[in-house]
């Protein structure tokens, strides 16, 4: 609540009219109405006899709050979202930026906003140049991320900046960075605690925590099998790139992954080789698969992980956001004027409509 809400509501909440606050006070009666309405303030040396007069405290009157809690933050995610949906990024921009004035020092809001906005920049961004305004507004919020007491929201700061300064090729900054975070515990803590649930006989927990971690290391065996293939193309090693990219399709199957992660490798493979035929039949199908729904419970690998209903709009959001990068991308200037992508654009707008 604003101050003028809590003025109004303690006021009427001890039976007090406006005269009477304004005589008890010594201002005008006009005054508290425009205190009530938000117009106009009470003098700095009044808010302690105001506090008392309506039985709170300044905290209160003043709305303070120290932080936010994980519930009030995903909230706030949740109105940024909905914002960009329907006025665009900019105007999530400034909801957000508007909150991080008000909680400065909430690292959770910090950290969740930072990714947030990444995320949406690529989806909702305009092609314009407030577009590296934005990402170096974002990447400061990592870097006040990265200062967190909180190990679990500094060491996922640190693991974003890394990212973003190698995407920028500041590898020297993105080593100073890597050399700060701990070295992996020789304790496999997930596993440890799953044991324990198992000898207490707490099967669902402990399935929950195994198939998390499994799918964790999917994700990391994705990115491993990715840096190889780009070593190999680096080293022209073309005939082993393919292998690795083969791999990486092979393992999204074997695991029971989402469609769409078994077309990455090749698509980033064909690309990389400017091969326009086979990216173009691959780009399709890959395009597709993100408006199919990835049922993940229903395999036997992730029958416990706990998911939520994602948003329909998700999927035909990224397919714009792929299309506009190849587009705009001077690695994908092979394609440009392909009549093949632009029968290809069509016949996923019209899927669309």
């Avoid at 006070?25 to 105001?50: C, F, H, M, Q, R």
């Avoid at 190990?151 to 700060?180: F, H, P, V, W």
């Avoid at 440890?192 to 994700?219: C, P, R, V």
Wanted: charged share 30%; with cysteine.
């Amino acid at each position: 609540m604003k101050i003028n809400e809590i003025i109004r509501e303690r006021r009427l909440a001890k039976g007090f009219t406006q005269e009477q606050i304004a005589n008890y006070l010594g201002v005008s009666a006009p005054a508290v109405n425009k205190w009530e309405k938000g117009t106009s303030y009470p003098d700095i040396i009044l808010l302690p006899a105001l506090a008392r007069l309506l039985d709170t405290d300044l905290n209160t009157l003043l709305s303070f709050q120290d932080d936010l809690s994980e519930k009030e933050v995903a909230l706030f995610m949740n109105e940024v979202s909905e914002t960009m949906d329907k006025n665009g990024f900019e105007a999530g921009y400034l909801l957000a930026t508007e909150k991080l004035k008000e909680y400065p020092t909430c690292d959770l809001l910090v950290s969740n906003l930072a990714m947030l906005l990444d995320g949406a920049l690529m989806l909702y961004g305009s092609k314009n140049k407030s577009n590296e305004m934005y990402r170096e507004k974002i990447e400061s919020l990592y870097y006040r991320a990265a200062q967190s007491e909180d190990a679990t929201i500094r060491e996922q700061a640190q693991a974003c900046l890394i990212s973003k300064l190698m995407g920028k090729q500041d590898y020297e900054q993105a080593q100073e960075i890597l050399n700060t975070l701990p070295k992996t515990s020789p304790v496999d803590r997930e596993q440890a605690q799953a044991n324990i649930y198992i000898a207490q006989g707490d099967l669902e927990k402990a399935a929950k925590l195994i198939e998390e971690k499994l799918l964790s290391a999917t994700n990391e065996i994705h990115a491993a099998l990715m840096t190889l293939m780009e070593i190999a193309l680096k080293e022209e090693r073309m005939d082993d790139a393919e292998y690795i990219a083969d791999v990486d399709k092979q393992a999204a199957q074997v695991f029971d992954l989402w469609e769409y992660n078994s077309y990455v490798a090749h698509s980033q493979l064909y690309e990389a080789t400017k091969n326009r035929i086979k990216f173009l039949k691959i780009l399709l199908p890959m395009l597709k698969s993100l408006t199919k729904k990835w049922d993940i419970n229903k395999s036997p690998l992730y029958r416990h992980i706990q998911t939520k209903e994602i948003d329909k709009t998700f999927g035909p959001k990224l397919q714009k956001a792929i299309i506009q990068s190849i587009n705009a991308d001077e690695e994908t200037e092979f394609l440009k004027d392909s009549p093949e992508l632009h029968e290809l654009i069509k016949e996923i707008d019209i899927e669309q409509k």
